[in-house]
């Protein structure tokens, strides 16, 4: 869980912006929450000095010592690079120095770096060997530095990266291109991953691209729809909105605990389908507890009704009291009867968490 500059910023990020972005995170309350990564994204980078050392642009005028400013705010710091010479945006890239660039990015203190295909597909082909063999030159490198930097896969998908991307050191991997501020985009992605969701695991997670929550593209019921998406994946939950003027639905968004449990919950159980119903998808997952958390998606353009029976979330034994918790609306749901129908409105989502209940 942290936060990226691309989805907002772009090339617009800079020393000033990140640490502000740190104080943020920890002023808004997320980082209490278990966001903490601060992660750097393209056109951070300046070249390379005489001896080769990737040297950062004019905007970051001393690395190292902007990652002291994130630590000492407890959190953690990310950086971008790419396997080709040039990253997407056309800055420098680690080909040809990524035991040299490793080696840069741990003296500096990074602790996350996301590595970005972009013009390594000049050099290299689209296939599995040669895709598995880049990352695991630039893995390698990573392990060898000795210091523990989590390892972002970001080649869109390619090659079926869901089979292999563990096996470089990958603790994450792209799944899909990138992720734009829009219904349309979001829903494409996000129930996209249905059928991939068993291949995440513990400490190496599909990832379906960063938040785009807080960002204007998309109304309330929409981003709720993106937050609980995602965690029903038990997908990096990275925001990619400005945490310096968040308004209290963007924050009741990326800072629903409760929603955030069902992202973080230990077992990371693949989330499954438990119905469709024209165009509500009802998505169901298991949770360490026991209990079971059931998402009801509208994936249509008008309110819509979804319909559960109790009897299809197979808890405890049959006839036990079960106790039912709205995650969004923060209330208790009526069990009264066999089933339950809620009425979801376009785009939206209703989120229910279900166990046994206490006692008789
Ligand atoms: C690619 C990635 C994005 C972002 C940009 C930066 O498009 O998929 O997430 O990192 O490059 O140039």
Redesign the pocket.
């Known amino acids: 869980m942290g936060w990226n500059s691309?989805n907002k910023f772009a090339s617009r990020i800079d020393d000033a912006a990140v640490r502000t972005m740190a104080d943020a995170m920890v002023a808004s309350g997320m980082s209490k929450l278990g966001y903490v990564y601060i992660n750097i994204?393209?056109t951070w980078e300046g070249g390379r000095d005489a001896a080769g050392n990737l040297i950062p642009n004019k905007k970051f005028p001393d690395m190292k010592a902007l990652a002291d400013y994130v630590h000492s705010k407890g959190l953690k710091i990310g950086i971008?690079s790419s396997p080709g010479p040039k990253?997407?945006?056309g800055y420098e890239g680690s080909f040809g120095h990524e035991v040299q660039d490793a080696n840069t990015f741990a003296a500096w203190g990074i602790d996350y770096l996301?590595y970005?295909l972009?013009t390594a597909m000049t050099i290299y082909q689209s296939t599995q060997e040669d895709e598995q063999g880049l990352y695991q030159k630039m893995g390698d490198a990573l392990q060898k530095t000795n210091r523990p930097i989590i390892y972002s896969l970001?080649q869109?998908g390619q090659a079926d990266v869901w089979k292999w991307g563990a096996k470089t050191g990958g603790n994450l991997w792209?799944t899909t291109g990138?992720i734009r501020d829009d219904w349309a985009s979001m829903d494409r992605i996000g129930f996209g991953q249905l059928a991939i969701a068993s291949f995440a695991r513990i400490g190496h997670w599909n990832d379906p691209d960063m938040l785009e929550i807080g960002n204007g593209g998309m109304n309330t019921d929409e981003y709720r729809t993106h937050m609980s998406l995602w965690s029903m994946l038990s997908a990096p939950l990275i925001a990619g909105n400005d945490l310096r003027n968040m308004t209290d639905d963007t924050k009741s968004i990326l800072m629903n605990a409760d929603i955030i449990a069902v992202d973080q919950d230990p077992a990371a159980k693949p989330v499954q389908v438990l119905s469709e119903q024209g165009k509500i998808e009802t998505l169901w997952r298991q949770m360490k507890d026991g209990a079971v958390v059931i998402g009801i998606f509208n994936r249509g353009d008008a309110a819509a009704n979804g319909t559960v029976a109790w009897s299809d979330v197979k808890l405890g034994d049959a006839g036990q009291k079960l106790q039912v918790r709205d995650l969004w609306k923060h209330q208790a749901v009526s069990t009264v009867g066999d089933r339950y129908t809620a009425t979801v409105p376009p785009h939206g989502v209703e989120m229910l968490k279900v166990s046994v209940a206490e006692g008789k």
Do not use: H, I, N, S
């Open positions: 691309w994204d393209d971008y990253t997407c945006a996301k970005d972009c970001c869109y792209r990138d």
